[in-house]
C-alpha cells in the first residue's frame, strides 16, 4: 500500500502477475509453434510472434507506468489484451481452420482438462502417458507440449493459453479501473498530499529563511515531474528541501 505521504502508486510487480507468467508461457510457446508450423517466409509469422510479444511487453511496460499514472497503466494493458485477444486468438483458430482441423469449444471436455493443466505451473502426479503420447503437466510445459503435439492439439493448447491470459488481463483491467476510481491517480494524490501538509502542522520550515514550505512540481532538469518543497517566499527566497 502507499504510505500516505507518498504520492507514487505501488507499482511494477508485474513478474508476480498471474497474466504476465501466462503471456510468457504463450510468447516462448508461440515461438516454437510458429517455427514448426509456419513457415518464415509467410507474414504470418512474424505477425504471431509479434504479438505474443506485445501482450508479454505491454504488461511489464503497463506496471512500471503504474508509478505515475493510472490511465497509462490501463491503456497498456489494454493494448496486451488487445494483443493477444484480438490478433493471436485469431491467427491460431485461422491455423486450425484452414488446415481442416478441429477448433474445440470452450466447453468441451478437452478445453476444460486443457485449462485446468494451464493453471497450475507445473503438474508432478500425472497417471504415466500412453506410449508415444505427449502430454502438457502444466504452463511451464506448454512449450516444449506445443514443440511435440500434433497440430490440432498443439494450437489448441494455445487457444486455451491465450483466451488464458486475455481473461486475466480483462480482470486486471477492471481492478485498475476500481482502483482509479477509489483512490485516483499520481496528480490526484499529489493533490491530496499537498492539501493534507497546507492544512496541517507537517509542513517544513524553508532552510534559508524560515518561512512555511510549499510543495511545488519540479518543471525542468533531472527531476522534472517529481515533487519538492519549495519556499512561500520564493521568488525572493529560492530555499528548496526534497520531499
Ligand atoms: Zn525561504
Known amino acids: 500500500m502507499t504510505p500516505d505521504n507518498d504520492p507514487l502508486l505501488p507499482h511494477g510487480g508485474y513478474r508476480h502477475l498471474r497474466s504476465y507468467k501466462v503471456a510468457e508461457a504463450v510468447y516462448d510457446a508461440t515461438v516454437v509453434f510458429c517455427r514448426r508450423f509456419i513457415p518464415k517466409s509467410v507474414r504470418t509469422h512474424d505477425q504471431m510472434v509479434q504479438a505474443a510479444r506485445s501482450g508479454v511487453r505491454n504488461i511489464s511496460e503497463g506496471s512500471g507506468a503504474a508509478a505515475t499514472s493510472r490511465?497509462?497503466?490501463?491503456?497498456?494493458?489494454?493494448?496486451?489484451?488487445?494483443?493477444?485477444?484480438?490478433?493471436?486468438?485469431?491467427d491460431y483458430e485461422s491455423f486450425l481452420r484452414q488446415n481442416g482441423l478441429r477448433v474445440w469449444h470452450k466447453d468441451s471436455r478437452e478445453c476444460r482438462a486443457m485449462r485446468d493443466r494451464l493453471q497450475q505451473d507445473f503438474i508432478e502426479d500425472l497417471p504415466a502417458a500412453k506410449s508415444g503420447a505427449v502430454r502438457l503437466n502444466g504452463l511451464a510445459g506448454l512449450a516444449e507440449f506445443v514443440g511435440k503435439a500434433a497440430p490440432e492439439l498443439a494450437a489448441n493448447a494455445m487457444l486455451c493459453a491465450v483466451h488464458q491470459a486475455a481473461y486475466l488481463l480483462r480482470q486486471q483491467l477492471r481492478g485498475q479501473a476500481r482502483e482509479f476510481t477509489e483512490k485516483g491517480g499520481f496528480t490526484e494524490n499529489l493533490y491530496a498530499t499537498r492539501k493534507r501538509t497546507r492544512d496541517g502542522a507537517e509542513t517544513p520550515a524553508c532552510p534559508d529563511c524560515g518561512k512555511p514550505m510549499r510543495q511545488r512540481i519540479a518543471k525542468q532538469g533531472k527531476q522534472a515531474g517529481e515533487a519538492f518543497w519549495g519556499c512561500s517566499g520564493y521568488p525572493d527566497c529560492k530555499g528548496v528541501r526534497q520531499v
Open 71 to 90: 490511465k497509462s497503466e490501463m491503456k497498456l494493458t489494454n493494448v496486451a489484451r488487445a494483443s493477444l485477444n484480438d490478433e493471436l486468438l485469431q
